[in-house]
């Protein structure tokens, strides 16, 4: 090091605060107040972090730390190598005006030869990183976080308007696996508001026209489409090979029976409606809250309503959104989960609504005396007592 950078070094060091790596850990253990922020290139990122920490490269610490920390007051410890890089950055954020800087002495080298726990290459090629970026320098995301999403399996059932936002956002957004379920074949009509589909899948299964679609999006996903519709003899099978199960039919038999297979199988449930000009949307965790019959014991049989009344193609949108968004939270294991309420949405005032909703002790499939403890294995006895509107009879042998 020339003579001009070890004066610098020597004026820095006398102006900013460094701790030990024993005091970080300590920090870093009680409570989540003090930000770690890590300054390297991402190459060394890369290589291997400390547990927690955010990643801002120094090149562009004044330009967007602002936007990563809009908190002054926040305690925050800078680190890098060695504990030089990051002790000039803390001078610069106490420049800035950050209230509470500290830089970590003798960087990540000296916090592991204290013995303390680093993670390592998180295998995401240089490519991935860059189409995560945005994502990844989220605080509640990271490279840690979108691993977690990249280890997710989401099985959507049904490719039409609901399908259509949630599987191009999981898809965009890097989860690992999707499976789609659908026997239909894309038609003109599915066009106008399905926007999975495109002109040349017209005529094609809907499930295989969305996995292309998925492909074309982002070629890192692992998707499998499922060519059939879903009945008691197949339901079990297909969802065990996934975590989360989104249910975007529209079609109350399917909604039903998706409900009883994922809490029996105990998935976790995202569920989606729109009729007209509402849209709602409730997620199952089984044996924590309540499940889709709890809420609705009885099937609405009018599933031509929105053919005859029309509704709006956008809500689908909005709905299979919110999904995707449980979906990411859900791995992330961060912000509010749908639990125990309804969300609604009205098309046309634009207001959203949360209304809790409990478990129902009568509820037949997870109340105090369950009568659903399996299947039925008789799909047509399975669809007929559903049009005859008799699910408390649903799926008892
Ligand atoms: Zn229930």
Known sequence: MGKAFEEMWSE?????????????????????????????????????????????????LEMQVEELIPDKERPIVVYCAAGVR???????????????????RGGIEKWKGSGFEVLRDLDFTRDQ????SRQIILREVGEQGQAKIRRGRVLIVGAGHLSSAATMYLAAGGVGKLGIVDSHTVTQ??????????VPSLGKNRAESAAKMVKGINPDVSIEAHPVSLGVENTVDIIEGYDIIL????????????????????????????KGDWGRAMSVYPGEGPCYRCVFPKPDLDENRSEREGGFDHLGGFMGL???AEVFKFFLGKGDLLK????????????FHRKPVERN????????????THLMEDRDSYGHQINQGRIERWALK
């Open 12 to 60: 820095i060091k006398g102006k900013i605060k460094e701790i030990s790596p024993e005091e970080l850990n300590k920090r870093m253990t009680n409570g989540k107040e003090t930000l770690l922020l890590d300054i390297r290139e991402k190459d060394e990122v890369r290589r291997e972090y400390i547990p927690g920490a955010e990643l801002l490269p120094r090149g562009f």
């Open 86 to 104: 990051s002790g000039f950055a803390a001078k610069t954020l106490m420049e800035m005006g950050y209230k509470d800087v500290a830089s970590l």
């Open 129 to 132: 990183l860059k189409r995560y």
């Open 189 to 198: 009509r599915d066009l106008r508001g399905q926007i999975l589909h495109t």
């Open 247 to 274: 249910e975007c039919t529209g079609n109350s038999h399917t909604r039903y029976l998706v409900n009883d297979a994922c809490v029996l199988k105990e998935r976790p449930l995202f569920i989606a409606e729109m």
């Open 322 to 324: 919110i999904q995707a």
């Open 340 to 351: 125990g309420e309804l969300l609604l949405l009205n098309g046309f005032s634009m207001r």
């Open 361 to 372: 002790r009568e509820c037949p499939l997870c109340g105090e005396h369950p009568t659903i």
